[in-house]
């Protein structure tokens, strides 16, 4: 992965359900033709294949892989398989989906092929997953995601900060009510290297719109360093 890097979580919002998540993909493949700035999309493991394949020019990311070995398991959702469908990377420990043992997640992921971001609730999350050899780690306070209320750029500057300080140099993403140019432009003067994105995508009026404007701000910052 590149960084800084925009990445939507799709999550099963009602907007992606069937062939929404491909138009919503073809957007987001618009923006990064258009800005330069690296896009990713968290998708259903039943969109993998579709997102991957008819629309390359983005990251496909899985939501979740679970550390199962092949064999007897109904439901798992295997790394190798993620990475056949052609996922690149998967998220893993999402406030969502927690996992009771992070590490051994991440190890099978990165076994698999896969690259690994590792979500952390805190600071001192953020310390222990960077030990664990991730490719990035997203910090996101469980309690501002998906909310109508203040982000985590208006909400915990600070924690931003101290999360890029714990993260040990491992790429350092923030997510939890990003909506506006102003949440981006914060969290990376704070350090970050992108971003987890979810509800202000998905449900905007105009997605389209709305990617412009925040992987602007991206492209913008990254202009003037
Ligand atoms: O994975 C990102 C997600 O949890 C953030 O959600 O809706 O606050 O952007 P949201």
Redesign the pocket.
């Known amino acids: 992965m590149d960084y800084p890097i925009f990445i939507t979580?799709a999550k099963t919002y009602p907007q992606i359900t069937g062939d929404g998540i491909i138009a919503l993909a073809m957007s987001h493949a618009k923006v990064t033709r258009d800005l330069g700035v690296t896009v990713g999309l968290a998708v259903s493991p039943f969109a993998i294949a579709s997102v991957s394949s008819i629309v390359p020019e983005i990251i496909t990311f899985a939501q979740h892989t679970d550390a199962c070995e092949a064999g007897r398991n109904t439901g798992a959702q295997l790394p190798e398989s993620a990475k056949w469908a052609g996922a690149e990377v998967t998220?893993i420990n999402?406030?969502?989906h927690r996992v009771e043992n992070v590490k051994a997640h991440i190890d099978r992921a990165k076994a698999a092929g896969l690259q690994v971001v590792v979500c952390a609730e805190s600071p001192a999350e953020v310390e222990v997953f960077a030990t664990y050899g991730p490719d990035a780690i997203?910090y996101?306070p469980a309690d501002?995601?998906?909310?109508e209320g203040k982000s985590v750029s208006e909400a915990k500057p600070e924690i931003i900060a101290q999360s890029v300080e714990a993260a040990s140099g491992v790429p350092l993403l923030v997510?939890?009510?990003?909506k506006t140019e102003a949440d981006i432009k914060v969290a990376l003067e704070l350090g970050a290297s992108g971003f987890?994105?979810?509800?202000?995508v998905v449900k905007a009026d105009d997605p389209e719109a709305l990617l412009y404007e925040l992987v602007g701000a991206i492209r913008q910052f990254a202009m003037q360093e």
Do not use: Y
Not at 144 to 147: E, H, P, T, V, Y
Not at 175 to 178: C, D, F, V, Y
């Open positions: 979580n998220l999402h406030s969502e997203a996101e501002l995601i998906g909310g997510g939890a009510g990003i987890l994105v979810a509800s202000g």
